[in-house]
């Protein structure tokens, strides 16, 4: 018997969303149903809703989430109902060459549910990176739920399905930022002090936050930033050079995706550093930068894709730390939200008012 929940569904490009009804079928081979308890609210749910992603529409939103497993497919032998599980937006399939390799967090060959959700009428939805998880209850590919440790709270624990685990690897997969290294990360939102606190993790000895605002400006600090650089009021190379011996950074990770930020971040490095490019840049942007200074200054220009997480691996061990004290994902939520207050939430998202909106259902 397939479900009818309530989900939070982008109908039509810039349109405010709506709570709409969802029809869930049951799990198929390699499925599973997943009830969800949060879901967080990020910036990938709001480029869908304004046509920046693709015109997929209707779109049912939402992907950083926990939950409990209800039902599996036939074949499903991995879950079992009642798991406490994150969803990921990258099940790696085993197969393609990157997995052959034994690089399965590269996977060129992710996948989803093969089944479609829809509306009541039986229009398909397109679900935010295959998850849709402002839902009760969502269809994802059994490789999308990671299980991990149920003494989790789940508005902390949804959260590394997206943005956190993005920046915790950007800093310790990515950057491979090590003890005693001195780090500059650009864009203090949940991503920015995400890569702040994997920095603090990995025993940075100087991390410097770089922002507009000074309110992320204190986030950053609260998560183990040593300095901040108010981006309006100082030049960003300058500040990090003179916090750093003149030198600048090891590791300067870009988590804005900004063009102007990125060369920031490059000019910010010390010889032979590394700079992580996490923040998601739109079709049009472009980088010019002098090929003598790419060669000459040495070191790794790295993108980071999800963090370069591996979530069976990764997500388990996030949420172990988290529960020993050692890092602090109650912090990234800032407010717990129903499923009818995600338009609201997309505002305050935009005016810099919260790391992360969390939806409670
Ligand atoms: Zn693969
Ligand atoms: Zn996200």
Known sequence: MASEVRGVVAMAKGAPVSVETVIVPDPGPGEAVVTIQACGVCHTDLHYREGGINDGFPFLLGHEAAGLVEAVGPDVTSLAPGDFVVLNWRAVCGECRACRRGRPWYCFATHNATQKMTLADGTPLSPALGIGAFAEKTLVAAGQCTKVD?????????????????????????????????????????????????????????????????????????????????????????????????????????????????????????????????????????????????????????PSWYGDCLPSRDFPMFIDLYLQGRLDLDRFVSETISLGDVEDAFHRMERGEVLRSVVVL
Not at 151 to 157: N, T
Not at 189 to 216: E, M, S, W, Y
């Open 150 to 302: 149920r003494r989790a709270r789940p508005e902390a624990a949804g959260l590394l399905g997206c943005g956190v685990t993005a920046g915790l690897g950007a800093a310790l997969l990515t950057g491979e930022v090590d003890l005693g290294d001195s780090v500059a990360v650009f864009g203090c939102g949940g991503v920015g002090c995400a890569a702040i606190a994997g920095a603090h993790l990995a025993g940075a000895a100087t991390i410097i936050a770089v922002d507009l605002d000074p309110r992320k400006l204190a986030l950053a600090e609260s998560f183990g930033a040593t300095h901040t650089v108010d981006a309006g009021a100082a030049d960003p190379v300058e500040a990090i050079r003179n916090f750093t011996d003149g030198n600048g950074a090891d590791v300067c990770i870009e988590a804005v995706g900004n063009p102007a930020v990125m060369a920031q971040a490059f000019y910010a490095r010390d010889l032979a550093g590394t700079l992580v490019q996490v923040g998601v840049p739109t079709p049009d942007m472009r980088i010019d930068l002098p090929m003598i200074e790419f060669f000459g200054r040495g070191g790794r220009l790295k």
